[in-house]
């Protein structure tokens, strides 16, 4: 079991890792990310995702340029990335769907995040260095993966051994953005 300063230290080690090297990542340690995904906590329990593991190295490529704008140069790094999951919104259960209409809030997209950073911080603990894109065509990744129109593109996790060295976090100081009982 992890205790607490242990975790504090695995989640001020994650960062968002724009280089990777050429080396791919082993099956196990996917099985593990996706895991961590699939166990993550969600509204009313209604699991609303489906991962997709990017590994082959054509399809990769093509879902890694759907990421990308030459125009802004961003995401232009996910072509090194030997892995991609892709993360699709998936209807939710009965239960949850009733809370959206109630509260006006669309919990899926907040359990999709929560579901995301689970992998994230997974493969951090695995030696692994990730990126969380949103900025994606959905259009295209939709048609190179056959996913139904249904469903929604959300989100690709880049996952691979990094190739940058780890950087001091830039947070607001915690009384900036805690407190206690009041605003």
Known sequence: MID?????ALVNRRQSDR??????????????????????????????WRFIVVDEPDLRA????????????MNTFVQQAPVLIVIIREKSNFNSQAGD??????????DIG???????????????????????????????????RS????????VGYADSKPREKLRRRPGEVTSYNRY
């Open 19 to 48: 280089r990777y090297l050429d080396k791919p990542v082993e099956k196990d340690k996917i099985e593990r990310i996706l895991e961590a995904g699939r166990l993550s906590p969600s509204a009313c329990n209604g699991q609303p």
């Open 114 to 148: 929560i579901a995301t950073a689970s992998m994230a911080y997974q493969a951090t603990a695995e030696g692994l260095g990730t990126c969380i894109i949103g900025w994606l065509d959905e259009k295209n990744i939709r048609k190179l993966l056959g996913i139904p």
């Open 151 to 158: 469903k929604k593109v959300e989100l690709v996790l880049t």
């Open 62 to 73: 093509e879902v890694a340029a759907a990421t990308e704008s030459q125009a802004l140069r």
């Open 4 to 8: 607490g300063e242990e975790m504090l």
């Open 101 to 110: 209409l109630l509260k006006n809030k669309d919990y899926s997209l907040i």
